[in-house]
């Protein structure tokens, strides 16, 4: 069992420096005045008697993000500073391990009443939603006038699904860990493909997510087995881990400029409806301008069939015959 240093927040506010001592989390929020620096992690520290706050570098934001440091976590502080001001006494951790990630709460601590809480930081209680990625804080603005509260109420997930989502537009090949809820819109059969270097089993499915953000996932070979038949058209998901790349515009002209390959560590898994996520996306353009468009653009027109001729069968110059049908639209854009 980890044991908590003893009078470790007294000894540190009294100047120790080299004590490494181990602290148990207390509180986890965020803070900041500018909303488009990174966000910041405060935490609220417990030796088993006495409590302070403690301010937490940006290198270990992904510690707090991905639950490796959570409320009742055992941290030992490598290295850390106590500069007292006249608005703050705050500890600076600089350097830490973790030596618990879960722990049930050592000693018994005073109840920290969260509105209070808030109020003597001057700011705004914000009901935690872990559904808005932390990007989003920087993005909207609010982060200057709130505190998200991480910790508090927080679902537990036991699939290994990250609870903090990340928009779809936020995804780039350099991140490794996060969370994506999306609904399905499109799901294509699973087929073989033959290259030079390669071949083997292929499926892809398109989903969509809250800001109507539309980007392409795709198995192969063993990830094809395993997910196509978990897959189903208009269904939610929260997908876990892959990886990023940027799509290839010639095949792929969703408008979110990443795809997704799923690996054997991605997590797909069913979520309950979430009538906030569309069921697709469309941006509807006045069929006289299809003319400016270039050639294989992927487009949205709206419009009453008013008239459609019989099938016929063309040839393609590369020989191919194919069908073709004309439908004739009014334009309702």
């Given at each position: 069992m980890a044991i908590l240093t003893t009078d470790a927040i007294k000894l540190i506010v009294e100047g120790a420096i080299d004590l490494s001592p181990c602290i148990q989390v207390f509180f986890i929020s965020t803070f900041g005045s500018n909303p488009e620096q990174t966000t910041r992690f405060r935490?609220?520290?417990?030796?088993?008697?006495?409590?302070?706050?403690?301010?937490?570098?940006?290198?270990?934001?992904?510690?707090?993000?991905?639950?490796e440091i959570k409320i009742g976590s055992i941290i030992k502080l490598s290295e850390y500073s106590y500069p007292k001001s006249s608005k703050t006494w705050w500890i600076m951790i600089i350097r830490l391990e973790i030596v618990s990630t879960i722990h049930e709460m050592i000693g018994e601590p005073v109840s920290l009443d969260v509105d209070q809480y808030c109020q003597m930081d001057q700011a705004t209680q914000l009901t935690p939603n872990f559904d808005i990625g932390v990007e989003n804080l920087q993005n909207s603005g609010t982060l200057s006038q709130t505190k998200v509260l991480f910790g508090v109420k927080r679902p537990q997930s036991s699939s290994g699904v990250l609870s903090i989502i990340t928009p779809i537009k936020n995804l780039n090949p350099f991140q490794t860990r996060w969370t994506i809820k999306v609904r399905v819109t499109i799901?294509?059969?699973?087929?073989?493909?033959?290259?030079?270097?390669?071949?083997?089993?292929?499926?892809?499915?398109?989903?969509?997510?809250?800001?109507?953000?539309?980007?392409?996932?795709?198995?192969?070979?063993?990830?094809?087995?395993?997910?196509?038949?978990?897959?189903?058209?208009?269904?939610?998901?929260?997908?876990?881990?892959?990886?990023?790349?940027?799509?290839?515009?010639?095949?792929?002209?969703?408008?979110?400029?990443?795809?997704?390959?799923?690996?054997?560590?991605?997590?797909?898994?069913?979520?309950?409806?979430?009538?906030?996520?569309?069921?697709?996306?469309f941006s509807f353009m006045p069929i006289n301008e299809i003319t400016e468009k270039s050639n294989n653009s992927i487009i949205d027109v709206i419009g009453?069939?008013?008239?459609?001729?019989?099938?016929s069968t063309i040839r393609r110059r590369d020989g191919i015959e194919v069908i073709r049908r004309t439908i004739k639209l009014l334009d309702m854009s």
């Open positions: 935490l609220d520290i417990f030796d088993g008697t006495d409590k302070r706050k403690a301010t937490l570098p940006k290198k270990y934001n992904d510690y707090i993000i991905f639950e799901k294509k059969e699973i087929h073989q493909y033959n290259k030079q270097t390669r071949n083997g089993r292929v499926f892809s499915f398109d989903i969509i997510d809250r800001e109507g953000t539309l980007t392409r996932v795709s198995g192969f070979n063993n990830m094809a087995d395993t997910n196509y038949g978990n897959i189903d058209i208009g269904a939610m998901y929260k997908i876990s881990g892959g990886v990023v790349k940027i799509a290839n515009k010639i095949y792929n002209k969703l408008n979110s400029g990443i795809e997704i390959t799923l690996v054997p560590e991605s997590i797909v898994t069913p979520c309950e409806d979430d009538p906030s996520i569309p069921k697709n996306y009453v069939v008013i008239c459609v001729e019989p099938s």
